[in-house]
């Protein structure tokens, strides 16, 4: 039987508003162009690869943003490879509704075919291969719902936007179609091409056909949670299996460096330890520079971080954000056995983090802005 | 607590130096820059290690590079000192990173180091956990020194002043945290609200506005979305009409191809009428033909030019010709001069004669006239006399007339014989040399010789004539059978030659043939429109062309309708296409809007998450300036009140401390009845109550804690009169039954009071 090929992809977004983007105007629309080369990287790989289908499981087309201008954009890119079938399976960014850019389905190329809010079939003879596929048709789906396969002993293939669970705890809090490992297992798949989840991650199912289920994660990162390198999964099905092989998709990397400042007396021993950190990747990527440690409460961070970001900056990176994360380097345990006001302060604080936890992120910044206001006071007394 | 003994190997200008103290008061005494103070704080960094307390990594402290020895490789030393009746020897060497520590309990002679934890700096609390206190909080308990230098008599520099050493005296438990919160309002104040024209109070105003904008953009985007929904829908009804509109196109087309069909057959059968008509002529070539009537004219000019080359070739250009004509005129004027000749014998006999004829025949005229006119007079005369009357007149006068005009005429005729003899004479002599130049120019002698000669020119011409008739008849011939053959090509009835009827018969051919043509083209013409209207038809693609029984009436009207409704939705969607694009510039830049609408939210929510951090630290402190006012306060103030009634003898008796305004100290003055802050006392009576407070905290802290903690004063009396140095060194004496006193001083009075009042002391040699 003739061998069957895809390209799987998921979760690109595209016109997505872009998250904690403090760049320029410039910059940003430069980033949203990034999307745009990264879909049109995978549509070459499609057809670099001479795959058979090119399967995008949802989160498409981000609803409520994007602009017909993308649509048409989307549109001439699979009209370059008619002989690809492309079947996209609507997520809750992007549902099957009247109001969406799916809607109605034969404004979109011949060799594109998309999926709706009830599963459908789509069998290929040639493969002997059949396609079960569903979409969105709203922002939520609380409930799993059963596919039907009518031809179980063929090839089969699953193309969903939704949450897999291996364990069943997990299920009802899931707004976002849950499919549970146990009601998967139950059907021949050969493959679940998923999407939703922005982490790729592959994993094989106990049953007979050794299901192969996989999210292949954003090929474009969208949050900093997205760090180094955006695949695509280039998938072949044959008599020997499932053979899965991630491609490089990105246009731009997300990079989280975190910054140790422990030891830093002053803000150029920073600048260092973060150009020394910075300087380890190519200067094209996006970077987010976090602070960790503890500074010396000598050194005013706050007022620094402005003078750092120039310096940063100067280093040419396309794009990063400086976050200070690093905590001024006062010993709690000295303080909380100190006699004096600062202990006070500091039990007292420990004490409403304790009675409030949801407030404990204010209690702690307000326990070392407190400390380091008073370390200052006091510096300041003592040196006169 | 007490300090027995501190050895240097080196600290700051001490290098392996001793010094002992004993319990009770201990006085060390020396000039200035004599190393008092480094002994000092050499004891404090023996207590407590190099390290900067308070922060979790190891830094150094900040006296450090200060007291390092120059030149010298040893910078640390010993103290020996007495806690809770346990002696014990510490043993540090203070260079970093390598800095070490040893605990000796001499009591036991073993070490304990290792008994106390570490903090995260690497640091043992070996004092900490032994007396309690930090090094800055024994510092700012047991620790007295000046703190600061007068700088001015001017009242604020005092209140300044003051409040410094307040803040000195208190450090201990009442450290001034009025300026700490004053510090986080004013950060709170940077920070600003929602209302105010600060940073929050922008980033806020412009995401409030900014929010407005977007969810503008966010309707507009919905009715775009909207009205691409409505497109959609447009453009598929737009589709199916234009399916039916192409179906009915495709009824009509087939309904007009049928008719096109129907005239173009209709063509093709007037053309092969056309062609049985003209079948004759159908293949006639008009080139062809027109040779032929040039053959045809070439004939009919050689008939022509043969016909007139027998007159004039002998009279132009032949001599032949010139010789028949003068031959012929040599003979005519031969003959002319004979009849010359007769008629001038005729004339002489005329002359001769001629009267005698007219005379008879005027008598026979006469007579026969005389008698019919007698016969006519009697018939007349007897019938009608006047008639007859009449009649003789008439005969009368023309018989008169008449007999004068033949005299007349017989004058006149004589006389023109006469003259017509001299003519004919002259003529004769004219003719007579014409013929002898004649005979002359042909050379001959005679008319005989002259035809002899015209002959000779004849046979001759005759002969060249009869080759040219022979050529020209063969031509003719050639002519003949090739326009007969061309003919009977048209027709099996070739009319008999005749150049003429031939070249009618051409003629009539060429116009069969061009009527054929002509009308043969207009077929072609009318066809061939056909025919290009069919080929638009037939680019519409493969239609049966079959015609059905529909009502092409209905079709046409059906059509009309739907292509009026197609153009309808047209316009409509074309109208919708720029609504659409006009929104789409417009809310292309939503996406963009969103993230800046998201960063403003984070901004606002960081400086929200500052502020409220801000406002908790402030209310943090709050309670517990609050607590230190309800708990420690309360405490606190019996012990400084005591001390300061003694200080002052008497005077002050009450101390308040309230620490909910900052610190503000106040006293009972009992000449007023009032309590006065202690801004408006002298710096003596501040003095006084600064150690009143200091006393009262060792003596605080030594309740609560169990703890006797040293007084330890560095030049602190530097600025007491000797009457507050007297009460000052009591009071000291006193705590020193007690707590071990150290009293470092660059003078002699305190000694000498100490002496005077027989204060015992233990004086520490420097």
Not at chain 1, 80 to 91: E, T, V, W
Not at chain 2, 209 to 236: C, G, T
Not at chain 2, 279 to 291: I, K, P
Not at chain 2, 494 to 505: E, N, Q, T
Request: charged share 30%; hydrophobic share 35%; with cysteine.
């Amino acid at each position: 039987m003739k061998p069957v090929t895809w390209i799987h992809t998921a979760d690109l977004h595209l016109d997505q508003p872009i998250k904690e983007w403090y760049g320029s105007k410039e910059k940003g629309l430069e980033r949203r162009e990034d999307y745009r080369q990264t879909f049109m990287r995978i549509i070459s790989i499609a057809k670099k690869k001479n795959a058979d289908f090119l399967f995008i499981a949802g989160d498409f087309l981000e609803h409520g943003f994007v602009q017909a201008s993308t649509v048409h954009f989307v549109k001439e890119q699979f009209n370059l490879i008619p002989d690809i079938r492309i079947m996209i399976s609507p997520g809750n960014h992007d549902p099957y509704r009247m109001d969406s850019f799916y809607f109605p389905r034969e404004s979109w190329p011949a060799n594109v075919h998309i999926f709706a809010g009830e599963w459908e079939e789509l069998y290929f003879e040639e493969y002997n291969l059949t396609i079960c596929g569903k979409g969105f048709s709203d922002y939520t789906e609380k409930i799993w719902k059963e596919p039907s396969l009518t031809r179980p002993e063929g090839r089969n293939i699953m193309l969903v936007h939704g949450t897999f669970f291996f364990q069943q705890s997990h299920e009802g809090r899931c707004v976002y179609f849950p499919i549970l490992e146990k009601e998967v297992s139950r059907y021949p798949f050969d493959y679940i091409a998923l999407g939703h989840m922005h982490t790729a991650s592959v994993s094989t199912l106990n049953n007979a056909r050794q299901t192969r289920i996989c999210y292949p994660g954003s090929p474009e990162a969208l949050t900093w949670k997205e760090t180094g390198a955006r695949c695509v999964i280039y998938g072949r099905l044959d008599d020997q299996g499932v053979y899965l092989e991630p491609e490089q998709v990105h246009t731009r990397r997300y990079e989280r460096i975190e910054s140790v400042i422990s030891h830093c007396e002053s803000r150029e021993d920073i600048l260092a330890r973060v150009i020394e950190d910075i300087d380890r990747y190519e200067a094209r990527h996006c970077f987010q520079i976090v602070l960790k440690g503890r500074y010396s409460p000598q050194l005013d961070l706050n007022l620094e971080l402005f003078w750092l970001n120039q310096q940063i900056a100067q280093r040419g990176l396309f794009y990063f954000i400086l976050v200070n994360h690093a905590k001024p380097d006062f010993d709690l345990s000295f303080y909380r056995e100190h006699a004096g006001i600062e202990g006070m302060f500091v039990r007292k604080m420990e004490e409403k983090m304790r009675v409030f936890p949801e407030r404990k992120t204010q209690y702690e910044l307000a326990l070392f802005k407190g400390l380091e206001v008073i370390y200052a006071q006091s510096k300041g007394s003592s040196c006169k | 607590m007490q300090i027995n003994r501190v050895y240097f190997r080196g600290f700051g200008r001490w290098t392996d130096k001793e010094f002992e103290f004993g319990e009770g008061m201990n006085v060390i005494e020396a000039p200035n820059e004599e190393g008092k103070s480094t002994l000092l704080q050499g004891l404090f960094a023996l207590l407590y290690g190099p390290k900067k307390e308070g922060v979790q990594k190891q830094v150094k402290a900040d006296w450090y590079q200060q007291y390092i020895p120059w030149g010298k490789n040893e910078y640390g030393g010993e103290v020996d000192y007495l806690v809770h009746d346990q002696s014990y020897r510490l043993v540090r060497t203070l260079f970093l990173p390598q800095d070490r520590a040893q605990l000796n309990d001499l009591n036991r002679g073993m070490d304990i180091t290792t008994e106390y934890p570490m903090d995260n700096r690497k640091e043992r609390l070996f004092i900490e956990g032994q007396v309690g206190l930090s090094c800055e909080m024994l510092k700012r308990i047991s620790f007295l020194s000046p703190g600061f230098q007068h700088r001015g008599k001017g009242e604020d520099e005092k209140q300044s002043q003051l409040i410094e050493r307040m803040k000195v005296a208190l450090q201990g438990q009442y450290l001034d945290i009025h300026p700490v919160i004053k510090v986080l309002e004013k950060q709170i104040q940077e920070i600003g609200n929602h209302k105010s024209t600060k940073k929050y109070g922008l980033i806020r105003a412009r995401y409030m506005e900014l929010e407005k904008e977007v969810h503008q953009l966010k309707i507009d985007y919905q009715i775009n979305a909207e009205n691409l929904r409505k497109l959609a829908l447009l453009a598929d009804q737009i589709d199916r009409l234009e399916a039916r509109k192409e179906k009915l196109e495709q009824d009509r087309r087939c309904d007009a191809v049928y008719r096109l069909r129907a005239k173009m057959k209709e063509l093709d059968q007037q053309r092969e009428r056309l062609d049985r008509v003209y079948q004759s002529v159908r293949s006639l070539d008009e080139r062809e033909a027109y040779q032929k009537m040039d053959l045809m004219e070439e004939l009919i000019q050689l008939e022509e030019r043969y016909a007139e080359r027998d007159v004039s070739a002998s009279v132009e250009k032949d001599a032949w010709r010139f010789i028949e004509a003068d031959m012929a005129e040599l003979i005519r004027l031969e003959e002319r001069y004979r009849e010359c000749e007769s008629h001038l014998g005729r004339i002489e006999h005329q002359r001769k004669l001629g009267l005698v004829a007219h005379r008879d025949w005027w008598l026979r005229v006469c007579m026969v006239g005389g008698i019919l006119g007698v016969v006519l007079l009697a018939v007349f005369f007897l019938g009608y006399p006047a008639m007859a009357v009449f009649l003789f007149v008439i005969l009368g006068c023309v018989f008169y007339f008449y007999s004068r005009g033949i005299f007349l005429a017989h004058a006149t005729e004589r006389g023109g014989l006469e003259r017509e003899k001299g003519h004919v004479e002259k003529e004769l002599e004219t003719n007579s040399s014409i013929q002898s130049g004649l005979l002359r120019e042909w050379s001959v002698d005679s008319l005989a010789l002259l035809y002899d000669k015209a002959s000779q020119m004849r046979r001759d011409r005759e002969d060249r004539d009869m080759i040219e008739v022979v050529n020209r008849d063969r031509r003719m011939e050639e002519i003949h059978q090739e326009v007969h053959v061309w003919l009977s090509r048209f027709s099996d009835d070739v009319p008999l030659f005749s150049p003429d009827v031939w070249m009618d018969r051409i003629r009539y051919y060429i116009q069969q043939s061009r009527e054929y043509r002509s009308q043969c083209s207009e077929l072609g013409v009318r066809r061939e429109g056909l025919q290009r209207e069919l080929s638009t038809y037939h680019s519409g693609g493969d239609i049966d062309y079959k015609r059905g029984d529909q009502d092409i009436e209905k079709i046409h009207s059906d059509y009309i309708d739907t292509e009026a409704e197609w153009i309808e939705k047209k316009e409509e969607r074309a109208k919708l296409e720029g609504r659409i694009e006009r929104t789409a510039e417009h809310v292309a830049i939503l996406s963009e809007k969103e993230t800046e609408l998201d960063r403003l939210k984070k901004e606002s929510m960081e400086l929200e998450l500052e502020r409220t951090a801000c406002e908790l630290a402030r209310e943090g402190l709050l309670e517990v300036m609050t607590e230190l006012q309800q708990n420690m306060g309360p405490l606190l103030t019996p012990y400084a009140s005591e001390y300061l009634q003694r200080l002052s003898c008497g005077r002050y008796r009450e101390l308040l401390i309230h620490v909910n305004k900052g610190i503000d100290i106040r006293v009972y003055v009992p000449e007023t009845g009032e309590n006065t802050s202690v801004y408006a006392l002298s710096r003596g009576t501040i003095d006084q109550i600064i150690f009143a407070l200091r006393l009262s905290l060792i003596r605080f802290y030594r309740d609560q804690a169990g703890v006797f903690l040293p007084v330890i004063m560095d030049d602190y009396f530097a600025h007491f009169d000797e009457m507050r140095l007297r009460s000052a060194l009591c009071l000291l004496n006193e705590f020193a039954s007690n707590h071990q006193v150290i009293l470092s001083t660059c003078h002699r009075r305190e000694r000498q009071i100490m002496d005077d009042l027989g204060i015992m002391y233990h004086r520490v040699p420097i």
